[in-house]
């Protein structure tokens, strides 16, 4: 069984950054791929980043492709998802997810566990 805790979001201006953890229990997060996913109000979830369990291959959605990085820290059982030159339209709930699979993927039902999300909101 793997828990996932998402923490930093929160509210800024348009332009600016946020970190976003996601801390992992289990034993086996070094083998997981991770992913992020979001979902915005009144709209479907949709796929954000993914990072395979090296921290080797990532991919992102075109949407934050140059202004988001997910990167992982096995060491601490942590995934990190940086979000650069925010947009109001980033403005959502972001959520953590696990894939017992090591290899990367955009596609919500191949993650196994999720976290409870946090909130991000982008003024303009």
């Known amino acids: 069984q793997v828990q996932l805790v998402e923490s930093g979001g929160g509210l800024v201006q348009a332009g600016g950054s946020l970190r976003l953890s996601c801390a992992a229990s289990g034993r086996f997060f070094s083998s997981n791929a991770m992913g992020w996913f979001r979902r915005a109000p009144g709209k479907e979830r949709e796929f954000v980043a993914t990072?395979?369990?090296?921290?080797?291959?990532?991919y992102y959605a075109d949407s934050v492709k140059g202004r988001f990085t997910i990167s992982r820290d096995n060491t601490k059982n942590t995934v990190y998802l940086q979000l650069n030159s925010l947009k109001p339209e980033d403005t959502a709930v972001y959520y953590c997810a696990a894939k017992i699979v090591g290899t990367t993927s955009y596609a919500a039902d191949a993650y196994n566990y999720w976290g409870q999300g946090t909130q991000v909101t982008v003024s303009s």
């Open positions: 990072i395979n369990w090296s921290g080797r291959d990532t």
